[in-house]
């Protein structure tokens, strides 16, 4: 996964490619937490998918990478849920009602794994 040049950003580095692989892997309608990808990944942690996500993810759909309660990325609140009803992946009510993703049924088992 390439970096656009000029992007400030530099370049990723191999953790960042292989997160940002896996992350474009993940089915429509599927999602993985944070802690998910680290763990399929197996280095990292949570906050180092995060960081990975939040520098290099915007080539990827990021909106499939969720935070440990099924909310979306903070900050990308509107735009993730907008994608989440366009993909039908399922949603759960509560007080941010259809806000937060139902990681029961969404959670997607990783590379091999059925879509």
Known sequence: MAVAEGSGRGLPTDFAEEVLDLVAEIPPGLVLTYAD????????????VG?????????????????????????????AIAHYRQEGTPLVGGPLTGRRVDLARARWAGPGAPG
């Open 37 to 48: 990808v680290a763990e399929i990944v197996g280095r990292g942690g949570p906050r180092g």
């Open 51 to 79: 960081n990975v996500m939040a520098r290099f993810g915007g080539d990827v759909p990021w909106w499939r990478v969720l935070r440990s309660g099924g909310l979306p990325p903070r900050g990308l609140e509107d735009r």
